[in-house]
Nanobody, 120 residues
Framework: QVQLVESGGGQVQAGGSLRLSCAASGRIYSIVAMGWYRQGPGQQRELVATVNSGGGYNYADSAKGRFAISRDNAKNTVTLQMDSLGAEDTAVYYC??????????????WGQGTQVTVSS
């Protein structure tokens, strides 16, 4: 089993910053990609940002220019730096990792979610 543990969520005023971190542990052979998704009130879960093993990045349009994702492959961690936060960023943020738990067996794993609340 693979576990993802998130940290860094909280409440911040509009225009402020937060940094989310996620660490993967457990039965890991390799990790294809790690990233962050979020689900706001009355919304479906959506991609925020991902980074894959080849160094490719993918950002939601709303995150471009404000958020930056980084990954430490040696530590199996991913970080999301969020700047210029607005009320629209209020959501539960979920860490995701696509993990090979054996040499040719993989699955997606999710953290429990961390709340980000931006005061307008």
């Amino acid at each position: 089993q693979v576990q993802l543990v998130e940290s860094g969520g909280g409440q911040v005023q509009a225009g402020g910053s937060l940094r989310l971190s996620c660490a993967a542990s457990g039965r890991i052979y390799s990790i294809v990609a790690m990233g962050w998704y979020r689900q706001g009130p009355g919304q479906q879960r959506e991609l925020v940002a991902t980074v894959n093993s080849g160094g490719g990045y993918n950002y939601a349009d709303s995150a471009k220019g404000r958020f930056a994702i980084s990954r430490d492959n040696a530590k199996n961690t991913v970080t999301l730096q969020m700047d210029s936060l607005g009320a629209e960023d209020t959501a539960v943020y979920y860490c995701n990792a696509r993990v090979y738990y054996e040499i040719n067996r993989w699955d997606d794993f999710w953290g429990q979610g961390t709340q980000v609340t931006v005061s307008s």
